[in-house]
């Protein structure tokens, strides 16, 4: 499998320090210590560096496209009872808990819908998906920065998504509830807690 987050890999995170401080960082482990607990799912969670306060509360599964990316995962939550496994989710649950750390914005409509019935599967009735992501915003400036974002990453990591989904409707439409929001930076920023109907 071509990793395409090895260049990324790299420069990500004092990029990602640089233009938006530690705020995506928060973003991912916002709820953590309030809601982890039982067998929990991780998908697409990079290096896995955010998470390592909770590694010794973490079991379940870790799940990343890239091989970089995860090597660096398996050091850093090294305590954790995780397993880690490299390619697309294909796991059989179930989870209390499913975390998807700014995933949504890499797919296209089509590969969302797919991609959030497969987590839906593997839920647990009355589980939760906590999602961290880029949400669409009036600002000029965060639109501008965004479509920076989205172009850098189709050049280097071949995403192929040419914009923000609408995550609301998508979870929603796998009968979701939205529990609890937390946003940064006027809501371009946004942690939120989705229950399983």
Not at 67 to 93: P, T, V, W, Y
Request: glycine share 8%; charged share 25%.
């Amino acid at each position: 499998m071509k990793d395409n987050y090895r260049l990324v890999g790299r420069v990500y995170r004092p990029l990602s320090r640089l233009v938006f401080g530690k705020k995506l960082s928060h973003a991912n482990a916002h709820f953590l210590s309030q809601y982890l607990s039982g067998k929990t799912l991780i998908i697409g969670g990079g290096d896995g560096f955010d998470y390592r306060e909770f590694q010794d509360r973490l079991s379940g599964e870790y799940w990343e496209l890239s091989e970089s990316m995860l090597n660096k995962a398996k050091e850093n939550l090294q305590s954790s009872e995780l397993s880690f496994h490299l390619g697309s989710f294909r796991s059989s649950g179930p989870f209390d808990l499913v975390l998807l750390p700014f995933v949504l914005d890499t797919l296209t409509d089509e590969q969302i819908s797919k991609f959030l019935h497969r987590v839906d599967q593997n839920l647990k009735s009355g589980g939760m998906v906590i999602l961290s992501d880029f949400f669409k915003t009036d600002s000029v400036r965060q639109s501008i920065i965004t479509a920076l974002m989205i172009a850098f990453f189709r050049l280097v990591a071949g995403h192929c998504r040419k914009d923000l989904p609408d995550h609301i409707s998508w979870l929603s439409a796998q009968g979701w509830i939205l529990k609890e929001e937390k946003v940064w930076k006027n809501g371009w920023i946004r942690a939120q807690v989705w229950v399983k109907d």
